[in-house]
């Protein structure tokens, strides 16, 4: 077992990690997908926070997704932005969901969304 938040390992028969008062969880992979697990590029945003709500509607359907550039590499948004959009990956078996959830998501944006302030 493993906290969440301070990754300290537990032995089997805890369940909350006394230090952080939270919930340890099996293992922390759990939480993030390798970057090494099959990801696809799902959707390009022309912004980062518009990415990063897309990120959170897939998040809420239970979709890992990782915004790509900042994900992979620690681009700057503006970098991003400059090298051709904001990725959004998710896993190659939830990319059928996601594209479902993205095409709603995507009609909900504003079109104000995209002007630059
Ligand atoms: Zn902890």
Redesign the pocket.
């Known amino acids: 077992m493993f906290?969440?938040?301070?990754?300290?390992e537990y032995r089997e028969g805890f369940t909350r990690?006394?230090?952080?008062?939270?919930d340890?969880v099996a293992e922390l992979a759990q939480l993030a997908v390798p970057p090494d697990e099959d990801v696809i590029e799902i959707a390009r945003y022309p912004a980062l926070h518009v990415a990063q709500l897309a990120a959170s509607v897939l998040e809420s359907s239970d979709i890992a997704c990782f915004i790509g550039d900042e994900f992979f590499s620690g681009m700057r948004p503006e970098i991003a932005f400059a090298s051709g959009g904001v990725k959004l990956f998710v896993r190659d078996s939830d990319a059928d969901r996601a594209r479902e959830v993205l095409a709603d998501f995507e009609q909900s944006i504003p079109e104000s969304e995209e002007t630059p302030d």
């Not at 906290?3 to 300290?8: A, D, I, L, M, Y």
Request: proline share 8%.
């Open positions: 906290c969440p938040e301070c990754e300290s990690c006394a230090d952080c008062d939270v340890l």
